[in-house]
């Protein structure tokens, strides 16, 4: 009898340890597929530069993932384009900028703006489930404007390709609605994929 109860709750533990590891694995797996939290892809996080540092831009409330003299591109999470649009807007807006063409669309922001001879475009719009903000110096960027193609229907950030990656290998950043992005979060995984994805953009 004491035999037959040893092997029993033997083959109870190895069930129940069974089951819980198919239930991580599952959890995982709803993870990367979406669920409460906010899902992002893996950004880097870069220094503001000039001039977008001296505008007084809300970029505290997301992550800089692109900093240079003509382009500045920040990932804000899960935020709403119209909330997003609104922050940055105010601040350009205070910086003594001036609206002028102003090509958005109801999910996709692309207004210039000018001061003096100087102009500058803002674009807000979702690219693989993350809300962007996204400044150029439309002198610097010539051709390759984002905010004038938008005239044209074409409603893409340039510089986002590269963070489009498969959602697999993404990690838990912010959570849903809060507009902002926690750095150092990460999924069970470490932030990569349990196949063996590595990280979003390298």
Request: charged content about 20%.
């Amino acid at each position: 009898m004491k035999r037959i109860t040893a092997i029993s709750l033997s083959a109870l533990v190895i069930g129940i340890l069974a089951c819980g590891g198919s239930g991580d694995n599952a959890s995982s797996d709803d993870a990367d597929e979406g669920g409460d939290d906010a899902v992002t892809v893996d950004l880097p996080t870069v220094p503001i530069t000039e001039p977008w540092k001296s505008m007084g831009l809300p970029t505290n409330s997301g992550q800089v993932v692109a900093s240079d003299a003509s382009v500045l591109l920040v990932a804000h999470g899960d935020a709403s384009v119209s909330g997003i649009t609104a922050d940055y807007t105010s601040a350009i807006a205070s910086d003594g900028w001036s609206k002028g063409d102003d090509y958005s669309t109801p999910d996709f922001t692309a207004i210039v703006y000018t001061k003096g001879a100087q102009s500058v475009g803002f674009a807000c719009g979702i690219e693989q489930e993350i809300t962007f903000a996204y400044m150029e110096d439309l002198g610097k960027v010539g051709g390759d404007s984002t905010v004038r193609a938008a005239k044209t229907g074409r409603h893409t950030i340039k510089g986002t390709a590269k963070y489009r990656a498969n959602r697999r290998n993404a990690k838990r950043v912010g959570t849903k609605g809060s507009g902002s992005t926690d750095k150092g979060g990460s999924n069970k995984k470490g932030g990569a994929n349990k196949k063996g994805g590595g990280r979003a953009g390298h």
